[in-house]
């Protein structure tokens, strides 16, 4: 190479290196210090904010949103269509396999004729088969406790609507369903490193598990076979319970049925079974109105960002699921999560606050079947995983891990944030001590870091991957035992005053995220 040259792409070199140093420097000099970028956060959030006008969008309007059903579908498109309207960047859908069809529930309606009549309090269970016409079917209990018990059933059930549980155990009403954090018990849960339901065990009056009742000698049935034998004897539809109170009820779905599957309120669930098992015929109307894709659904998650300067190669991700289950609209999980990311996002936006590192949202889908969005997106961009024999897996991270900051999640329902729990990451816990104290945000206290990790949403798909992951500590509220997975998951119990809080401390936090020196520390 002729020496002119050599010199020419020398100074080219060292230019470049002035030119990012100078770029470095400018954005070090307009970014504030940080009390004065989180006054403005805090005054966006709580003077202009929009976060319950997207929590109404994504329950009242779309309303259900079932992994890869319509609702979902449009909950994830005027999603995309709102961050653009913000003018985040980058706003896409990333599809994943599921092997599950669309499902939705069009019309449903359920009532006892005899011995007295009543309308039913329920819902279809999800991915479970229709009526297609109204019905009347008598109803019969099945105790099938192991293999040998349906011999007794066999040639009996063709068109009835069978019980296959006793009714769950009842909750008092005079419990405390309503729970918030005190210092002693976060004190506690950090000395610990235990949870708040296994300090507190009797907190809540817990209902009967739904399972099987056990067997007396034998082996023990498994629901799956109980239900191929009911599907093989032509029953018309089970009914179900999973517990609840004051007319709330609990609604799933776990496989595709091929008969209806009813989940009852268990006050109505407890009356049928009495009639019963009493000797007083029961006999019910059904109908039961689904719409089934053919083939598999094609879920998407969705994703936008803000670029950041410097680090902008670095991303700070946070997330929430966008899925639902179908008894409520999915308010408390996970509306609330996704509506609060989103004006966390929002509020960056419009604040213009300065951030070195790319922030990105995540919008999941499939959390409700084992993280699954989470998941894809996990191998599809960050770390590649092998199955080495039963239960042991080798993670290979791929280049775009070593520039992953970190993933926040929300999924906790619409209790307030009260700290950050690190999922096991030691090492980050001075970095949030010291930044919460700069959270004096509002009347709210934000001020434990604890590192328990008990969080079951897809904060574990990345820790399991071996990527930073935390999630927010909120107050419980009644989410556990009131509105999670229940016809009560619905907007009014949605608290505009704690999404605004939880939204300001997401955003706060993830500005002093996005512009520390070096990255979050690792677990391993």
């Given at each position: 190479?002729?020496?002119?040259l050599?010199?020419?792409?020398i100074?080219?070199?060292?230019?470049?290196?002035?030119?990012?140093?100078?770029w470095?420097?400018i954005a070090?000099?307009q970014?504030p210090?940080?009390?004065t970028?989180?006054g403005?956060?805090?005054?966006?959030?709580?003077?202009?904010?929009?976060?319950?006008?997207?929590?109404?969008?994504?329950?009242?309007?779309?309303?259900?949103r079932?992994?890869?059903?319509?609702?979902?579908?449009?909950?994830?498109?005027?999603?995309?269509?709102?961050?653009?309207?913000?003018g985040?960047?980058a706003?896409?859908a990333e599809?994943?396999s599921f092997d599950?069809p669309?499902?939705?529930?069009?019309r449903?309606?359920?009532r006892?004729?005899t011995?007295?009549?009543?309308s039913?309090l329920?819902?279809?269970?999800?991915?479970?088969?229709?009526?297609?016409s109204?019905?009347?079917?008598?109803?019969?209990?099945?105790?099938?406790?192991?293999?040998?018990d349906t011999?007794?059933?066999?040639?009996?059930?063709?068109?009835?609507?069978?019980l296959?549980?006793?009714p769950?155990?009842?909750?008092?009403?005079?419990?405390?369903?309503?729970?918030?954090?005190?210092?002693?018990?976060?004190?506690?849960?950090?000395?610990?490193?235990?949870?708040?339901?296994?300090?507190?065990?009797?907190?809540?009056?817990?209902p009967?598990?739904?399972?099987?009742?056990?067997?007396?000698?034998?082996s023990?049935?498994?629901?799956?076979?109980?239900?191929?034998?009911?599907?093989?004897e032509?029953?018309?539809?089970?009914?179900?319970t999973?517990?609840?109170?004051g007319?709330?009820?609990?609604?799933g779905?776990?496989?595709?049925?091929p008969?209806?599957?009813?989940?009852v309120?268990?006050?109505?669930?407890?009356r049928?079974y009495r009639?019963?098992?009493?000797?007083?015929?029961v006999?019910i109307?059904?109908?039961?109105?689904?719409?089934v894709?053919?083939?598999?659904?094609t879920?998407?998650?969705?994703?936008?960002?803000i670029?950041?300067t410097?680090?902008?190669?670095?991303?700070?991700?946070?997330g929430?699921?966008?899925d639902?289950?179908?008894g409520?609209?999915g308010?408390t999980?996970?509306?609330?999560?996704v509506?609060?990311?989103?004006?966390?996002?929002?509020?960056l936006?419009?604040?213009?606050?300065?951030?070195?590192?790319?922030?990105?949202i995540?919008?999941?889908?499939?959390?409700?079947?084992?993280?699954?969005?989470?998941?894809?997106?996990?191998?599809?961009?960050l770390?590649?995983?092998?199955r080495?024999?039963?239960?042991?897996?080798?993670?290979?991270?791929?280049?775009?891990?070593?520039?992953?900051?970190g993933?926040?999640n929300l999924?906790?329902?619409?209790?307030?944030?009260?700290?950050?729990d690190?999922?096991?990451?030691?090492?980050?816990?001075?970095?949030?001590?010291?930044?919460?104290?700069?959270?004096?945000?509002?009347?709210i206290?934000?001020?434990?870091v604890?590192?328990?990790g008990?969080?079951?949403?897809?904060?574990?798909?990345?820790?399991?991957?071996?990527?930073?992951?935390?999630y927010?500590?909120?107050?419980p509220l009644?989410?556990?035992?009131?509105?999670?997975h229940t016809?009560?998951?619905?907007?009014?119990?949605?608290?505009?005053?704690?999404l605004?809080?939880?939204?300001?401390?997401?955003?706060?936090?993830?500005?002093?995220?996005?512009?520390r020196?070096?990255?979050?520390?690792?677990?391993?």
């Amino acid at each position: 190479m002729p020496k002119d040259l050599r010199r020419r792409i020398i100074r080219l070199a060292w230019s470049f290196v002035a030119l990012l140093t100078l770029w470095s420097s400018i954005a070090a000099a307009q970014r504030p210090d940080d009390s004065t970028a989180i006054g403005r956060i805090k005054a966006e959030g709580f003077g202009r904010s929009e976060i319950m006008e997207s929590a109404h969008w994504l329950t009242d309007v779309v309303g259900r949103r079932l992994t890869g059903s319509p609702g979902d579908s449009l909950a994830g498109e005027w999603a995309m269509s709102r961050m653009r309207a913000w003018g985040l960047t980058a706003v896409h859908a990333e599809p994943f396999s599921f092997d599950r069809p669309s499902w939705a529930n069009e019309r449903f309606f359920a009532r006892v004729v005899t011995p007295s009549p009543f309308s039913i309090l329920g819902a279809p269970a999800a991915w479970s088969a229709g009526t297609d016409s109204l019905i009347r079917a008598d109803v019969a209990i099945v105790r099938i406790r192991q293999a040998d018990d349906t011999a007794r059933y066999k040639g009996k059930l063709s068109g009835k609507a069978v019980l296959i549980t006793p009714p769950t155990e009842n909750w008092s009403l005079s419990s405390a369903r309503m729970f918030r954090f005190s210092r002693d018990l976060l004190d506690e849960m950090k000395r610990t490193g235990k949870g708040w339901i296994e300090l507190h065990d009797g907190l809540y009056v817990e209902p009967s598990v739904y399972r099987a009742e056990p067997p007396v000698s034998g082996s023990a049935i498994r629901f799956a076979d109980i239900r191929s034998f009911l599907a093989r004897e032509g029953i018309a539809a089970e009914l179900r319970t999973w517990g609840g109170v004051g007319g709330n009820f609990s609604v799933g779905g776990t496989m595709r049925m091929p008969f209806p599957q009813i989940d009852v309120a268990p006050e109505h669930y407890s009356r049928i079974y009495r009639n019963v098992e009493s000797g007083n015929a029961v006999t019910i109307e059904l109908d039961v109105r689904n719409r089934v894709s053919s083939g598999p659904a094609t879920p998407f998650n969705v994703f936008a960002e803000i670029p950041g300067t410097d680090k902008r190669d670095e991303v700070v991700l946070i997330g929430a699921h966008l899925d639902s289950w179908t008894g409520g609209t999915g308010a408390t999980d996970n509306a609330a999560g996704v509506a609060v990311m989103m004006e966390a996002m929002r509020i960056l936006k419009v604040t213009k606050a300065p951030l070195r590192r790319t922030v990105r949202i995540a919008l999941w889908n499939g959390e409700e079947q084992g993280g699954m969005g989470s998941g894809a997106y996990i191998a599809q961009h960050l770390v590649t995983t092998e199955r080495q024999g039963p239960g042991r897996r080798k993670y290979i991270p791929k280049p775009a891990a070593a520039l992953f900051n970190g993933y926040f999640n929300l999924d906790q329902g619409a209790g307030a944030i009260r700290g950050i729990d690190t999922y096991g990451n030691r090492a980050a816990v001075p970095i949030f001590e010291e930044w919460l104290s700069l959270l004096a945000i509002d009347s709210i206290a934000v001020t434990h870091v604890l590192s328990i990790g008990n969080d079951a949403s897809d904060t574990g798909e990345f820790d399991a991957s071996g990527l930073p992951a935390f999630y927010f500590i909120q107050d419980p509220l009644d989410y556990i035992r009131g509105t999670q997975h229940t016809s009560q998951d619905v907007f009014d119990r949605l608290v505009p005053e704690y999404l605004k809080h939880n939204a300001v401390v997401v955003a706060a936090v993830v500005y002093l995220v996005a512009n520390r020196e070096s990255m979050l520390p690792r677990k391993h």
